[in-house]
Each structure stands twice: as C-alpha cells, then as structure tokens.
C-alpha cells in the first residue's frame, strides 16, 4: 500500500525558516506533491518533485530524495498568513491506479 | 473564470436518507477526484474518475456512489449506508496525472 509520515505540529516565528519533513512507502513512485490548506478551507497546490533534488517557487521550495523516500518543503521568511496545514501526498501505482494518497497532515503555527 | 463549484457548501442527513453532492468543473480536466476529510486528519479517496463514464473505487467507497455522465460533472451520493457520514467532502479534478489537483471549496456534511 501507500503510507506516509508527517509531523503533526511544528511551531516558528515570523521572519524564520521551517523545514516540514514527509517520509512515504509506496510502489510505483511517481511523484511527491505538497498542498496548503488554511482552516475551512480547500487545499491549494504548493509544488511538485517528480525527480530528486529542489524545486523552488518563491519563498517555498521542496526536496525530494526517491532512494532515502523522503521530501520536505521549506518555508522562508515565515509570514503570519502561512499559519495553515500543510499535507504532504504521493502518486504511485498502488492498485493499478495513480491516484494521489495524502499524509496527515503538519500544523504550521506562525507566531509574531 | 474556470474552476470547480461544489455544492452545497453545508448539508445536513437525516438517518436513512440519502444525499448527493455536486461537483462541477470547466476547467475541460479528464481525471475527477473526491474526497473526505475528517477533523485534524489529512484526504482519504472515496472514489476517482478518469474518463466519461468510468469510475474507480478508492479507499473508502463503501456507503458512497458516483455517476461521471458528462465531463463536467462528478456528483457524489452518501447513501443511508454510510454510516459515518459527517466530514468535510473535497471534489478535485486533473489535467493530467503530473498535474496539480484543483480543489472545489468543499461540502460539510452533518446528521441531523
């Protein structure tokens, strides 16, 4: 099957840096994608890595590393408007199907 | 504007009963998704839509149904079977499959 882990809390103050790990299991890796969602609402896309290294889009960047089943995603110059729930989810081929199976979900709390 | 419209926003069962969620898109995407979302827990697939008249059961269809008639559309019903049926349901759709999913502002569902 597909699982991930993610921490459930991670606290920051504005101005900082924050590193949200995420390790998987799953066959037929296709890709590792990263979503925001604030409270009540949907999710919104961050950023994808289909290929090892970083990708970076503005203050947030991801890593992916396929032989260590491990990303992050990294939050710059931490804002308040950051606070949210950020969910880590891979596409595999688990069943047959690619098909996005999400973690947890980590609980930024920005404080001033 | 594209996007995808879910509604209702807020919906409430009554033991026994059956009820459809819609799930609108004219972003012209193949792949449609939804999802549940329970209170601190990340996305769980209930069931996912390639094509036009082709659905796929994911992790947790049981008690729910689906009908993909026109590309548009992906209505979601929660039958009396469900037995659990209050959450936060989340409609997305995709391009392709390395393509981010775009999230619906989703339906709260409660019993009465």
Redesign the interface.
């Known amino acids: 099957g597909q699982s991930l882990e993610q921490p459930s809390e991670v606290t920051a103050v504005e101005g900082a840096i924050v590193q949200i790990n995420c390790t998987y299991q799953t066959s037929g890796f296709?890709?590792l994608?990263w979503y925001q969602q604030h409270d009540g609402?949907?999710?919104?896309?961050l950023s994808?890595n289909?290929l090892d290294g970083l990708e970076e889009t503005g203050r947030f960047s991801s890593f992916l590393s396929r032989s260590d089943s491990y990303g992050y995603l990294l939050l710059q110059e931490l804002q308040m408007k950051d606070s949210a729930s950020y969910?880590c989810?891979v596409?595999g081929s688990y069943t047959g199907?690619?098909?996005?199976?999400?973690?947890?979900?980590t609980r930024l709390q920005v404080q001033p | 504007d594209g996007g995808i419209t879910q509604s209702p926003k807020y919906l409430f069962r009554k033991e026994g009963q059956n009820v459809t969620l819609s799930c609108e898109q004219n972003l012209n995407h193949d792949a449609m998704?939804w999802?549940r979302q329970d209170p601190?827990?990340?996305?769980?697939?209930i069931y996912?839509s390639q094509i036009v008249n082709d659905f796929?059961k994911?992790?947790i269809a049981e008690g729910y149904s689906v009908s993909r008639e026109k590309k548009e559309s992906f209505p979601l019903t929660v039958t009396s079977a469900q037995k659990n049926p209050t959450a936060f349901y989340?409609c997305a759709s995709q391009d392709r499959?390395?393509q981010?999913?775009?999230?619906?502002?989703?339906t709260r569902l409660s019993i009465l």
């Open positions: 296709y890709g994608s609402g949907a999710p919104t896309f994808y289909g969910f989810a596409s199907r690619r098909a996005l199976t999400f973690g947890s979900g | 998704y999802y601190g827990q990340g996305l769980r697939l996912y796929q994911g992790d989340l499959t390395d981010p999913q775009h999230f619906g502002d989703g």
